[in-house]
């Protein structure tokens, strides 16, 4: 089609092969996949495959680094900052070599393989450090999809009408859009249904927060439901990560975690 020849963008998207003739553009390794493969790897063995805890905290270091730059208004992250991320990166590579060297078993097969790929894809799995326009993630644009998926499962595999395909589509655009946007699905399908479909107040949430006349501050400290303070929000801990991880990701948070540490 004339989609791929078009786009101009950084593709942010998974080890799939077919991406690879897409050369004019710029690519970027999802990083929760790459946190779904390291776990794999290191889950069977923790002690003998460290270098993969290393590398996935790697990542989660680089990504809460990109979160408060951006909550900085910094338009690129400081050298000083790429170069800890670059060694860090560096140095779980080093000692994932030396814990594969040896061992014939597919654990360690599949260690090497993952190295290979941390080091050929370097550029493009650090992507987002590099380009603070581009998501640590490319869940925004998997999880709209996830429900065509389901739907073609249960019904089959195809739908029986084309009218019956745009109908699913519409509904399922107005709902992923209403849910970026902060509203419950069940609230959206009520107002569609009452006083009128919810319209977006601008392009983007983004593009909302931006004209406002004063941003929300950040909570100094976590309040717990009972309203008595809960302490600061607790240390991230990759092993426990499940896709999808909004709380992982969502800018507030980091920001107001940065701002407890400091």
Same mark, same amino acid.
């Given at each position: 089609?004339?989609?791929?020849?078009?786009?101009?963008?950084?593709?942010?998207?998974?080890?799939?092969?077919?991406?690879?003739?897409?050369?004019?553009?710029?690519?970027?390794?999802?990083?929760?996949?790459?946190?779904?493969?390291?776990?794999?790897?290191?889950?069977?063995?923790?002690?003998?495959?460290?270098?993969?805890?290393?590398?996935?905290?790697?990542?989660?270091?680089?990504?809460?680094?990109?979160?408060?730059?951006?909550?900085?208004?910094?338009?690129?992250?400081?050298?000083?900052?790429?170069?800890?991320?670059?060694?860090?990166?560096?140095?779980?590579?080093?000692?994932?070599?030396?814990?594969?060297?040896?061992?014939?078993?597919?654990?360690?097969?599949?260690?090497? =393989?993952?190295?290979?790929?941390?080091?050929?894809?370097?550029?493009?799995?650090?992507?987002?450090?590099?380009?603070?326009?581009?998501?640590?993630?490319?869940?925004?644009?998997?999880?709209?999809?996830?429900?065509?998926?389901?739907?073609?499962?249960?019904?089959?595999?195809?739908?029986?009408?084309?009218?019956?395909?745009?109908?699913?589509?519409?509904?399922?655009?107005?709902?992923?859009?209403?849910?970026?946007?902060?509203?419950? =699905?069940?609230?959206?399908?009520?107002?569609?249904?009452?006083?009128?479909?919810?319209?977006?107040?601008?392009?983007?949430?983004?593009?909302?927060?931006?004209?406002?006349?004063?941003?929300?501050?950040?909570?100094?400290?976590?309040?717990?439901?009972?309203?008595?303070?809960?302490?600061?929000?607790?240390?991230?801990?990759?092993?426990?990560?499940?896709?999808?991880?909004?709380?992982?990701?969502?800018?507030?948070?980091?920001?107001?975690?940065?701002?407890?540490?400091?």
């Amino acid at each position: 089609g004339g989609i791929w020849p078009a786009f101009t963008g950084v593709l942010v998207r998974d080890g799939y092969a077919g991406y690879e003739h897409l050369d004019k553009i710029e690519h970027a390794w999802c990083g929760i996949h790459q946190v779904r493969d390291l776990r794999a790897v290191h889950d069977p063995d923790p002690e003998g495959q460290s270098w993969a805890e290393a590398m996935v905290n790697t990542l989660l270091l680089a990504n809460d680094t990109a979160h408060a730059a951006r909550a900085e208004g910094r338009a690129a992250l400081t050298d000083t900052e790429l170069s800890t991320i670059g060694s860090r990166y560096a140095g779980a590579i080093a000692r994932g070599r030396q814990e594969n060297t040896r061992g014939s078993d597919p654990l360690h097969a599949q260690a090497r =393989t993952l190295l290979r790929r941390f080091q050929r894809h370097r550029d493009m799995i650090l992507r987002f450090t590099v380009n603070l326009d581009v998501s640590f993630t490319n869940n925004t644009a998997e999880l709209p999809a996830r429900s065509v998926k389901v739907q073609q499962r249960t019904s089959g595999g195809s739908w029986r009408t084309l009218q019956g395909l745009i109908d699913f589509a519409v509904v399922q655009s107005y709902l992923s859009t209403a849910t970026k946007w902060g509203i419950n =699905t069940l609230d959206a399908m009520t107002q569609l249904f009452t006083t009128g479909a919810w319209l977006p107040p601008a392009l983007t949430p983004d593009t909302a927060a931006a004209s406002s006349e004063a941003p929300e501050a950040l909570p100094e400290s976590i309040t717990a439901a009972d309203g008595t303070p809960a302490g600061p929000p607790p240390k991230l801990d990759w092993r426990r990560i499940r896709v999808p991880v909004a709380g992982l990701l969502d800018p507030a948070y980091v920001a107001a975690r940065a701002a407890l540490i400091a």
